[in-house]
């Protein structure tokens, strides 16, 4: 069973940056493509950024050019570093990782961007 842990959400003011982290442990193979989803209170999740294990990113439009996705695959570890937030970038933001074509979810962690 593979296990996702998110930290380094919280509270920031509007143009402040944070770094959110993923680790994920239980698997014996190599995570495919991994990736952060988030949903604000009333509205469906929606896919933040993903990146595959050969490192090729995607992301949502609302987000190209503040914020960056990577890997770390020695440590089965995804961040997305978030610059230039704005009070609609706050939701509840959730690790995704995909392993043997299953799709595993983390808790999520609260990121409150205040104007």
């Known amino acids: 069973q593979v296990r996702l842990a998110e930290s380094g959400g919280g509270l920031v003011q509007a143009g402040g940056s944070l770094r959110l982290s993923c680790a994920t442990s239980g698997n014996r193979f190599s995570i495919n493509a991994m990736g952060w989803y988030r949903q604000a209170p009333g509205k469906q999740r929606e896919l933040v950024a993903t990146?595959?294990?050969?490192?090729?990113?995607n992301y949502a439009d609302s987000v190209k050019g503040r914020f960056t996705i990577s890997r770390n695959n020695s440590k089965n570890t995804v961040y997305l570093e978030m610059n230039s937030l704005k009070p609609e970038d706050t939701a509840v933001y959730y690790c995704?990782?995909?392993?043997?074509?299953?799709?595993?979810w983390g808790q999520g962690t609260q990121v409150t961007v205040s104007s």
């Open positions: 995704k990782a995909v392993y043997r074509r299953s799709d595993y």
């Open positions: 990146i595959t294990s050969g490192g090729t990113t």
